[in-house]
């Protein structure tokens, strides 16, 4: 059993949520409506990248006269209006850790590039917003993953330690950020497997949060 973390840091989409899938449905229908086709590959090859490095990813795809910012922004409004109605579906295993961490009094932190604004409506509409003590949107820094300062924002702000903390992520980039700082990694890959190196630098590769409430237990 490996000692308990005095934080936990978590990613949002993809790790607590099944938003990059879902995303992916609603960028293929506006999309549609602009004579685009998306297919899951080329998406998946956008998973992870900061904002404009995905905008040259998709002007690669599609040309330079795609409008990058439209349609993320539809695609967007489409997906939050679906968590605000109708509530998002929370990854397997991720309700239960959180109880696990809060019964070791273990305080929750979510590190996501989204907006700060759209982290706590999501965490609301999946019945989660309780569980985290603080949270730092992509507003809130200067860099986006693979750089650390996500991370390091949070331990300080928590004033514990980057050794002492753990991160849960899905992403390459996001794994990257944490072996960065510093920060014991635990890696659930979602739609992207990150590569062998980020993924043998973690401490924990699980298929779902269940395993990582066992690791600890």
């Known amino acids: ?13 993809g790790l607590i949520f099944d938003t990059e899938e879902m995303f992916f449905e609603q960028l293929r229908l506006v999309m549609k409506t602009y004579g685009y086709h998306m297919t899951r590959e080329r998406y998946i090859e956008t998973l992870g990248l900061a904002r404009e490095a995905a905008r040259v990813k998709m002007t690669g795809f599609f040309g330079t006269d795609y409008p990058f910012d439209e349609i993320s922004a539809k695609a967007r409004k489409s997906l939050n209006e679906i968590a605000a ?3 998002l579906r929370v990854k397997k295993g991720i ?11 273990i305080p929750c932190c979510v590190a996501s590039s989204s907006p700060s604004d759209v982290v706590a409506l999501y965490l609301k509409s999946g019945l989660i917003y309780e ?6 949107g992509g507003e809130m ?19 514990v330690a980057p050794s002492d903390a753990i991160v849960l992520e899905d992403s390459e980039n996001g794994g990257r950020a944490a072996i960065a700082a510093g920060i014991p990694l635990i890696l659930i890959p979602d739609m992207k497997i990150p590569q062998q190196e980020v993924l043998s630098k973690a401490f924990l590769v699980a298929a779902d949060a269940l395993e990582v409430i066992t690791f600890f237990s």
């Open 141 to 159: 820094i200067s860099h986006s993953k693979p750089d650390p300062e996500i991370f390091l924002a949070s331990c300080s702000a928590f004033q």
């Open 1 to 13: 059993m490996r000692p308990l973390p005095k934080l936990a840091i978590f990613d949002m989409d």
């Open 131 to 136: 569980y985290f003590t603080h949270i730092i």
């Open 95 to 105: 309700t239960q850790l959180l109880h696990f961490f809060k019964t070791k009094d």
């Open 85 to 87: 109605v109708q509530g």
